[in-house]
């Protein structure tokens, strides 16, 4: 059974690391560029940190699900969420957008998972809730920042949320429903807010501070979920 689970972890692990390259690069599913196989093309696939990083997680993972089972959702499902979620966090971290086929596909696979575990009613409510709540933040943010940069007379670039992080919203309130979606939100917004709080003491500290510097905000809306759903954490 561990080996089931380990081997489980390495195919995880290609399959993440193979959509995360593929991905950004065709917006399909297409053959990645160290294809076809050769000694020196997966030799130097095989060397990126990233790749190695990716494999180790996923196998640890994948051993952690053995050892710790959760009640809510069975094994199998367990991975595959967080395989959809390392995907959606490399590649907002490696090219800063959640692409629209990303999204489409996680509402999907995510709403069908909610359907199935509590019903179609509370999973509607909770992607709307998920959706309209990340969307206020987004047009305040938006709001705010031109607000900011036109009192210091700066150009304003973008916004600290961007329209793929109200779909990651959307996609992540299918799956935990109403009113888990609340918790998962919750927490990965207090984790963003950590983040940011210490990236600003250590940019002032270096003089390395720069004005609506953003960050990657779908690691922690993933980090927020994954945590509520091994946790079982679900407002009543």
């Known amino acids: 059974m561990l080996i089931t689970y380990l081997a489980i972890g390495i195919f995880g692990g290609l399959a993440i690391n193979y959509l995360a390259d593929v991905l950004p690069a065709t917006r399909r599913l297409a053959k990645p560029e160290w294809w076809p196989l050769s000694n020196n093309g997966l030799r130097r696939y095989f060397s990126r940190a990233r790749v190695l990083t990716v494999f180790?997680?996923?196998?640890?993972?994948?051993?952690?699900i053995y050892l710790y089972p959760t009640e809510e959702f069975p094994a199998y499902l367990l991975g595959l969420i967080l395989l959809y979620f390392l995907v959606v966090t490399i590649i907002d971290i490696e090219h800063r957008v959640i692409m629209h086929?990303?999204?489409?596909?996680?509402?999907?696979?995510m709403g069908g998972i909610?359907?199935?575990r509590r019903g179609a009613v509370n999973t509607m409510i909770g992607g709307a809730v998920g959706f309209g709540f990340m969307l206020v933040v987004y047009f305040l943010g938006d709001m705010l920042g031109r607000i900011m940069a036109r009192a210091r007379r700066q150009t304003w670039e973008e916004t600290a949320l961007g329209f793929g992080d109200v779909n990651l919203a959307g996609v992540i309130g299918l799956l935990m429903g109403w009113p888990g979606v609340i918790g998962a939100l919750f927490f990965g917004m207090l984790a963003a807010g950590l983040y940011s709080a210490g990236y600003l003491i250590v940019s002032f500290i270096s003089s390395q501070y720069k004005a609506f510097a953003s960050i990657p905000y779908a690691p922690f809306l993933c980090?927020?979920?994954v945590g509520a759903v091994i946790a079982g954490i679900y407002l009543v």
């Open 56 to 64: 180790a997680v996923s196998v640890a993972v994948a051993y952690l």
């Open 223 to 225: 980090l927020g979920t």
């Open 114 to 116: 909610g359907i199935w």
């Open 101 to 109: 086929p990303v999204s489409i596909v996680g509402a999907i696979l």
